[in-house]
């Protein structure tokens, strides 16, 4: 039987992290908000011969890797199985096959060792990655969240609670990402693909910004997204040349510049004087110095996960189990995978 209600809470306590939702089978230990491990072995490489993630190899890639990764990243730790208080892992959203093979080797872990298993929303981990980086950081504070499910700008109250002050009416900005990465025919993963092809390019062409005027705190990529589709074909029936990294350097623009200047006005209309960011999308270059600069000429702090931690991994996931754990919230060994959950 498994007894939730004995467990005794530390005050730094040993949490191993675990991540297998899409591609990337992670496990991260932290000590208090102290990284001590982060592993990753990623299915990506294989995954691009097919143009995109492919849930059945993405399972039996999982099914292959979870047990090194643990082990790889206790070690590099400095810890035995012994020594965790608790494993935090993901269960959703995210592919259903990939989600259980973390999720049936966490339980099986909690359950021997006895100690608490923490069911961590992914998308709520991409959001806890900034506790990582700042020891300090407290909230209040605003968060940009760009992944490739998600777009939106949120108000985090305390550790355990946030609101949303705007998200997008479509697509989200990865997504976004990876189908103009796909009208360029770029590989998988699309989103650096472009911004690798965008570092060669220039100002010459331009695509419209969506509800960028008038404090409007929604967005939207859909529009955008049929711009660089109207405008690559429209050249095509022409018999036209496009150049293809001056596409890309223009709807990196149309796509970035208005989750910064939505984040910026957000933060200063709240009163916040923090700002930090979470996922995929924030690992763009473009992206992050843009964000950096708009937030010091507005004398907001910026606390900004390095590029790594930006993308799937698990030490995110093992951040946010912290908080969960502080907060005793601790998940029953019934608990399933979920394909979707939503953010609140
Ligand atoms: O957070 P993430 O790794 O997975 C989800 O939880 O969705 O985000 C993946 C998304 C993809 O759409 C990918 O194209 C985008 O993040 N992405 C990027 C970059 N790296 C990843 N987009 C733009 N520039 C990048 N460097
Ligand atoms: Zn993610």
Redesign the pocket.
């Known amino acids: 039987m498994y007894q939730k209600s004995t467990f005794k809470i530390k005050k730094d306590p040993i949490i191993l992290g675990l991540e297998s939702?899409?591609d990337e089978t992670a496990a991260a230990v932290i000590c208090g908000r102290r990284l001590l491990s982060d592993e990753i072995i990623s299915s990506a490489t294989e995954q691009a011969k097919y143009g995109g993630v492919v849930p059945e190899i993405a399972s039996r890639a999982h099914t292959e890797a979870v047990d090194e990764v643990v082990c790889r990243a206790l070690k590099k730790a400095g810890v035995t199985v012994k020594d965790l208080d608790a494993v935090a892992v993901t269960y959703g959203a995210g592919l259903l096959g990939a989600l259980l093979v973390g999720l049936s080797f966490a339980k099986a872990l909690a359950y021997t060792l006895n100690i608490p298993l923490i069911a961590v929303n992914?998308?709520r981990g991409?959001l806890a990655a900034a506790y990582l980086v700042d020891v300090n950081l407290k909230p209040p504070f605003i968060t940009l969240l760009?992944?490739?499910?998600?777009t939106a700008i949120l108000h985090t109250e305390s550790y355990t609670s946030f609101s949303m002050l705007g998200s997008t009416c479509d697509d989200?900005?990865?997504?976004a990402?990876?189908k103009v990465?796909r009208v360029l025919s770029l590989p998988y993963?699309?989103?650096?693909n472009?911004?690798r092809l965008a570092a060669g390019g220039s100002g010459s062409i331009k695509f419209p910004q969506a509800l960028v005027s008038g404090g409007n705190l929604k967005f939207s990529y859909s529009g955008l997204k049929t711009s660089v589709i109207n405008y690559c074909h429209n050249a095509e029936q022409k018999g036209e040349k496009i150049n293809p990294a001056d596409v890309a350097y223009a709807f990196q623009r149309s796509a970035v510049d208005p989750l910064v200047k939505k984040t910026v006005e957000c933060a200063l209309k709240a009163g916040v004087k923090t700002v930090t960011a979470g996922?995929?999308?924030i690992?763009?270059?473009y992206?992050r110095s843009s964000l950096s600069e708009a937030c010091a000429a507005a004398g907001l702090k910026l606390v900004l996960p390095e590029?790594r931690y930006?993308?799937?991994n698990a030490a995110m996931i093992a951040a946010e189990g912290l908080i969960q754990y502080n907060a005793c919230n601790f998940a029953d060994m019934n608990i399933n995978a979920q394909a979707q959950i939503p953010l609140k």
């Open positions: 939702s899409c992914h998308i991409h760009a992944s490739g499910g998600h989200a900005a990865g997504e990402f990876d990465a993963p699309g989103g650096v472009v911004e996922g995929g999308v690992a763009n270059g992206l590029k930006c993308t799937d």
